[in-house]
């Protein structure tokens, strides 16, 4: 099997306009337009992270009706809503991966075909919505048009080090092996899922 590489970072926000004046104040940079997907209900914007890598804020599209699924990426659920009245979160991360159809996917959730303008791919998402791992373990991506990170303008950030903590580090560990994973992603023991990402950008280094 092909390695499996980090594609995008996910960061949640109450609001999207909230969420990107966070991400460009700790950042100093701007981030693009993104889309609407409508099968989930929400929009996003994006920053280039490099040639092969992205950074996805995503909220509730207010102008868009209600899905007829809960939202991906565990938006609809009471404990990250009330994580969000805090400020924009670094929630989850999906990997990309050559052929999705070759890979368990019992952890990551079922392969939905999506869209959005000229995008197409199959991304796992669990039935409930929820975030796999608690949003450690990654969702998983094939890309059948050229992924978004070929096309943003360069922004001058870059990805160091992405830290996945969990009490169960050897299984999570176990479990980015079986893809497997090639990327530069560090596993430790904590007592809840969490996560953060150690980024260079113009203006000096930032954890998210």
Known sequence: ??????????VAARTLEEGRAWLEGRLGVPTQ????????????ALL???????LEVIAVNPAAPAPTRPRWFG?????????????????????????????HLSQHGEALELSRGENRWTLTVPPDGSLPGGG????????????PSTRLPDAGVRLL??????????ALRARLDALPLAGD??????????LSAMLETPE???TL
């Open 1 to 10: 099997m092909s390695a499996a590489i980090p594609d995008h970072l996910v």
């Open 33 to 44: 337009p993104g889309g609407e997907h409508a099968l989930f209900g929400t929009h996003n």
């Open 48 to 54: 280039s992270l490099g040639p092969d890598l992205y």
């Open 75 to 103: 938006l609809d659920t009471p404990d990250l809503r009330e994580r969000l009245e805090d400020g924009p979160v670094l929630i989850h991360w999906v990997a990309r991966v050559p052929d999705l159809p070759g890979v």
């Open 136 to 147: 450690v373990v990654p969702s998983l991506i094939e890309w059948h048009t050229p992924p």
């Open 161 to 170: 080090t992405l830290r996945l903590g969990t009490p169960d580090p050897d």
């Open 185 to 194: 992603v560090e596993v430790y023991e904590a007592p809840q899922p969490e």
């Open 204 to 206: 000096g280094m930032v």
